[in-house]
């Protein structure tokens, strides 16, 4: 029962494009929502997160959307640069533990 | 500020021997969690302590797996005994509360032969 989905494994995106990360939820109880990057070899580090009483956050390069009646979040980040090839998972939250996909692992070419 | 520890990084044992791993959070972190991943898949929850009493263990395989967190600090994950599909990096993560972002260690890469 996956119910936070990345339907994208993988995105390759030119150096100083925009890339553009997507999430689906199927809990309508999810109210805070997060983005992990993960390295070869590390565990995850948070990027940013976003509570459900809004439908933005941005943070420098990168910007969360949180679009609640489709149930659909995304993360967009401009520019996109070659150090932020990295494997992407978004989380989503009840307030008791927290729900990953699967993530999207994003190539940024120089 | 230091990081989440884990310990080992990687091991390697054959199906039926026993194994533990090791995580220290990051000071005053209340909340604990211990993560599976499987190759191709997003982190999955074993174990969610808060302080040293379990929040959530539902998704904890407790016929083989076994946590503890002692005196609310450090904590260790046991698998006894281990299976092939046990094979996965567990990850240990730490947060000042359920609400919050958590922090991972760099994980333990098990490979179960």
């Known amino acids: 029962d996956q119910q936070v989905k990345q339907n994208s494994p993988s995105l390759s995106v030119q150096e100083g494009r925009i890339s553009i990360l997507n999430c689906d939820y199927t809990?309508?109880?999810?109210?805070?929502f997060l983005w992990y990057k993960k390295y070869p070899a590390e565990g995850p580090t948070f990027l940013i997160s976003?509570?459900?009483?809004?439908d933005k956050n941005e943070d420098g390069r990168f910007t969360v959307f949180l679009n609640k009646s489709a149930k659909h979040l995304s993360l967009h980040i401009v520019p996109s640069q070659p150090g932020d090839s990295a494997v992407y998972f978004c989380a989503a939250s009840t307030g008791n533990q927290f729900y990953f996909g699967t993530g999207t692992s994003l190539t940024v070419i120089p | 500020e230091a990081g989440v520890a884990q310990s080992p990084r990687y091991k390697i044992i054959e199906k039926r021997q026993s194994v533990a791993f090791w995580c220290n959070p990051i000071?005053?972190?209340?909340?604990l969690y211990w993560y599976q991943q499987i190759l191709g898949q997003g982190p999955k929850l074993l174990i969610q302590f808060q302080n040293n009493g379990v929040v959530d263990d539902s998704q904890l395989p407790k016929d083989r797996f076994s946590a503890e967190r002692l005196k609310g600090v450090d904590s260790t994950l046991k698998i006894q005994p281990a299976k092939l599909e046990d094979s996965a990096v567990y990850l240990c993560a730490s947060s000042l509360g359920s609400r919050t972002e958590a922090f991972f260690g760099q994980g333990t890469r098990l490979t179960v032969v």
């Open positions: 976003i509570s459900s009483i809004k």
């Open positions: 809990n309508s109880m999810f109210d805070y």
């Open positions: 000071s005053g972190h209340a909340t």
